[in-house]
């Protein structure tokens, strides 16, 4: 079925999901989360992945994932069992984890706020070594900082889970691109989600427009690490 948008513009469902975590309470709505989130990600998740698929030149696309509802709580002091939140991705085909792989689309619906992103999200020792021989490389680090200064001007915003507080040792602390060199990984965060549009079948083409245009970007990440 083609995406209808989800069951509100807020997904207020999450809300009340963190101040009720309780079994009790989320079984009794689990319904609601099913038919309001967790299936209009998947229709919206399969239906961008086809739409994009060609501008992907370079890399294929695997399939979309969502991730579970559930929280993994065994080392954490934190044992509230359900996330505020649902996230699906579409990965590009590449071994490892598919935290480690670069991701053409990443969508966040739920608290603390909803957004959309793309790029490389955590790179394992191996990726991160040759990430850091890209950047250094005055050609593909000239790449990178076009492909990167064309997306801000269209309203995306770089950013990395994690970074280091110096330049990684055998790299000039002094080099032109030595924001990049202290990164653990690498995303573009998209323009805000437009009010609504959560609730919206227009979100499936918003979507569409904007991974298009961060799929340089995907591409550039998964040439460099792999």
């Not at 999450?14 to 079984?27: D, P």
């Not at 698929?53 to 993994?72: T, V, Y």
């Not at 609504?196 to 591409?219: M, Q």
């Amino acid at each position: 079925m083609a995406f209808q948008g989800f069951a509100d513009p807020d997904a207020r469902f999450f809300r009340l999901l963190a101040k009720n975590q309780k079994r009790e309470w989320f079984q009794a709505r689990k319904a609601e989360f099913e038919a309001g989130y967790h299936e209009p990600m998947q229709e919206l998740l399969a239906e961008v992945a086809a739409a994009v698929d060609a501008s992907f030149e370079h890399c294929e696309l695997d399939a979309p994932k969502i991730f579970r509802i559930f929280r993994d709580v065994r080392f954490s002091k934190d044992k509230s069992p359900y996330k505020t939140h649902l996230g699906g991705l579409i990965p590009t085909r590449q071994q490892g984890k598919v935290t480690e792989v670069p991701m053409a689309l990443y969508l966040h619906v739920g608290e603390p706020r909803s957004f959309a992103a793309a790029g490389h999200y955590m790179m394992s020792p191996e990726q991160l070594g040759k990430f850091r021989a890209a950047v250094a490389d005055d050609t593909r680090g000239h790449e990178l900082d076009k492909l990167l200064a064309s997306l801000k001007k269209k309203g995306f915003s770089p950013d990395s889970h994690d970074h280091y507080q110096r330049v990684p040792k055998g790299y000039d602390p002094a080099h032109p691109r030595a924001e990049h060199l202290k990164r653990k990984g690498l995303t573009v965060g998209f323009p805000a989600l437009p009010a609504g549009i959560l609730a919206s079948k227009k979100l499936s083409p918003w979507l569409v427009k904007h991974v298009k245009t961060a799929a340089p970007l995907v591409e550039w990440l998964v040439l460099a690490t792999h």
